[in-house]
């Protein structure tokens, strides 16, 4: 049984590092989100607070369904409840489309002001030309 469990998180790596990286990097945001779902995971009949069901011994408390740390799977914001109790915030995807959006317009921001500081320059060195 913890086999397939494994076998699945590793469908789920991406989700599993967010979970990672938001416990290390505390964030207001993110912590608030995680007590939130805390708050449905506690009363569900699914929690395995002794880890027999955990996907990796030792990362109790973890859902009996999917075997996930939920210290982690918690504050990982796209990953949802398998049983519905919570859904993701942003799933990866639309995750990822939105930072290349932000980052192609800030791209575009600073190639648009590179060019002109080069004109004014062209300009600059032309009237001191004269």
């Not at 989700?15 to 964030?27: C, D, M, S, W």
């Not at 002794?50 to 990953?79: E, H, I």
């Amino acid at each position: 049984m913890r086999i397939s469990k494994l076998l699945s998180a590793l469908g789920n790596a991406k989700q599993i590092a967010e979970g990672v990286k938001n416990k290390i990097f505390k964030k207001d945001d993110v912590e608030a989100v995680a007590r939130l779902r805390w708050m449905e995971c506690k009363v569900c009949p699914l929690l395995d607070k002794k880890g027999k069901t955990c996907a990796v011994n030792g990362t109790q408390p973890c859902c009996s369904d999917c075997g996930c740390s939920l210290s982690l799977k918690l504050r990982a914001l796209s990953s949802a409840c398998p049983k519905g109790r919570w859904g993701a915030i942003m799933p990866g995807k639309i995750e990822n489309i939105l930072k290349n959006q932000i980052l192609g317009d800030e791209k575009k921001k600073h190639e648009k002001k590179i060019k002109d500081m080069s004109k004014n320059l062209k300009h600059r060195k032309n009237d001191s030309n004269i």
